[in-house]
């Protein structure tokens, strides 16, 4: 029976929520690590710690199953009501899954249930719906040769997720790589496993073989390189930092040179001009740069505005700003919960401490709040005056912090937009729509949204240019490529 989210707390408060690898044929228990919760940095239970036996065993039944044809030779129309089904499954769940996610990583429960898991259910069945609706192609030969254009499931996909978006970026995943036939190993971060340990538990009560899903629990430097050097994984999709993404790249190219998919870090510019329209624009500057407490790849942390405007701006910010709450991510009325962990909380802090020092000056919040439980709990903040050489306008904070910085043309705001390293998302705001278009063609990032925060939807494609990611998309038909191979068959008559 589904957990209610108050059952879940419950289990957290007591230290009995588990995770740990869904293998067939592992049966020897591993050791454990504790997992504790941001929310006050109890411990509420533990995850098995994987070793690079254990992912030797998932890849062995992962290639087994996908030889069988169990799954990978399945019809897909059957593919697709297994997927259906998994779906309808979550849906029923949807509470005790949101729930999960906000004990683990401290996300607000309320966006958990009203926009996570929702997007995460839409993107299962979105790829489920897809499965037989996606054709090869015939190409146009004369009448000696016939050429067949196939696409066929590349075989065994490692995929190795981020801790802050735990249950959407699992089907971000896993969806369109089962969706293609292939067998995949989940490797969830170790400070958030148990959404995905849930969600694998139900795609096999759902009918997904055991062999075609598998979970490992663990370290990222013992499983996910694990899962790097394999010589029998085909594709490994990572999600996470930019450092971290450097590593795959070794690994591949010290193995079997699987290919390697990578969305990493981020530092997205929002422009805004001086035709913007600021009332409409300041619920999505604030959304882009403080939602999921900026903890989010795609976050839009440098809020690039002509100076004619900037004060306007600002104002309307702090206002708005005044109406989000701090609190226990457990309480429906909260926007903002803590930093994951520790470790994390520090690297934000020095962004707050080293700010005012490279000239920035703090113009609304920058408290902690170290009384209210874990004590890892920033107040969206927001900086004005800052350079575009400073720590704060360069490096990706993962926290919530909005760096504010003027121009007067056109060119310069292109020019700052594009002074990163990374390319993952930006937003413009402007109604004029010929500059709409000049802008967003100049911007070098993945997704530009118009007048307004967006990520696209399931069905556009997501990822970075530049040391934002490269080697395939997440999202839309796109996303399928990474996970299948292209051949050509040739008749010769």
Known sequence: ??????????????????????IPGHDVPGTELNNTTPIDNSVIGAIENGTARDVDLAVRVARATFKSGEWSALAPAERKRVMLAWADLMQAHIEELAALDCVDAGKPISECLNTDLPATLETFRWYAEAIDKCFGRVAPTGPQAMGLIVKEPIGVVGTVLPWNFPAQMYAW??????AAGNSVIVKPAELTSLSAYRMTQLAHQAGIPAGALTLVTGLGEEVGEALGRHMDVDVVSFTGSTEVGRYFLKYSAESN?????????????QVIFDDADLDG??????????????????????LIVQSGVKDALLARLRERLAQWKVGLPTDESVQIGPMVEQVHFEKVRTFLQGAEAEGARLVHGGRIHA???????VEPTIFDHVS????????EVFGPILAVTPFETEEQAIELANDSHYGLAA????TDVRRAQRVARAIQAGTVSINGFSEGDITTPFG??????????????????????????????
């Not at 995943?173 to 089962?178: C, T, W």
Request: net charge negative; glycine share 12%; proline share 3%.
């Open 1 to 22: 029976m589904p957990l209610t989210k108050e059952q879940v707390f419950e289990h957290a408060r007591l230290g009995q929520l588990w995770a740990g690898h869904l």
């Open 173 to 178: 995943k896993v969806a369109p790589a089962l």
């Open 257 to 269: 040179l699987k290919e390697i998919v990578l969305e990493c870090g981020g530092k997205s510019p």
């Open 281 to 302: 624009a300041v619920d999505h500057v604030l959304a882009a740069a403080f939602w999921n407490m900026g903890e989010n790849c795609s976050c839009g942390s440098r």
């Open 371 to 377: 009384d209210l439980g874990s004590g890892w709990y």
């Open 388 to 395: 575009a050489d400073s720590r704060l306008f360069q490096e």
């Open 427 to 430: 937003s413009l705001y402007t």
């Open 464 to 493: 970075g240019y530049k040391q934002s990611g490269f080697g395939g998309r997440d999202n839309g038909l796109e996303a399928l490529d990474q996970y299948q191979q292209i051949k050509t068959i040739w008749y010769v008559n």
